[in-house]
């Protein structure tokens, strides 16, 4: 089980890495909200596997590199705010994103995942015309 | 003069709050370097002036609310990241951009200040199609 707020987050960047979404949900709240900035927010476990899973799906290998990550309070009650290239290859292609990333936690589960990121890149990507 | 990492970053918005740009610039080092992400990066505290004096000089009034700020290290080396919303104010109308910052401190000045937001949102913001 992680000890404080920044392994929480490191735990679930790890899963969803492993591709291992249903493990990554067990770290947000049912009622967890997920709020890609430049489009939009859902609500929801069941949301956030609706969002996230066919665009993982997409791909053959992810990788989220944290540059820095800083965190306040305690798993009760905590903040992180990390800075990632999130990286995404398909075939032979890494297609990357550059993203900060907020995390409300409470009572030791993710409450608010929200990232920061421009979403004329995100769409380059998803539509392959950058890597 | 600040005391941690944390402490300067505050500092640094609350002069450009208070639109003290030469003080705000005082505060970096003279190579720092400012990359708004989905635009570009500047190179020195001369190029930072020329980037952000003629957009701030077209406000009336600047907050940059700051919802979380957790940092690392210390103001020999440090790093600070933030979420806010950059407000700006033309006579009775306010515009609001989402950013999430990370600067990074060393010797005491910041040398890199990296902001993440939607191009595009601040664009429509810049037009005044958006408020």
């Not at 890495?17 to 609500?43: F, K, Q, W």
């Not at 066919?54 to 992810?62: A, S």
Request: net charge negative; glycine share 8%.
């Amino acid at each position: 089980m992680p000890a404080t707020p920044d392994d929480l987050v490191r735990d679930f960047i790890a899963a969803v890495e492993r591709l291992d979404l249903d493990h990554a949900l067990t770290m947000l709240s049912d009622d967890c909200r997920y709020d890609n900035v430049p489009i939009g927010e859902v609500v929801g476990t069941d949301a956030v596997r609706s969002t996230l899973g066919p665009f993982l799906n997409g791909y053959d290998e992810v990788q989220w590199v944290v540059h820095h990550q800083a965190a306040l309070g305690t798993l009760r009650e905590g903040v992180v705010l990390n800075e990632r290239i999130d990286r995404f290859r398909k075939g032979d292609e890494w297609h990357e994103l550059p993203v900060a990333g907020v995390f409300e936690v409470h009572a030791g589960l993710i409450t608010l995942w929200r990232d920061y990121f421009d979403r004329d890149t995100l769409f380059r990507l998803l539509d392959g015309s950058i890597t």
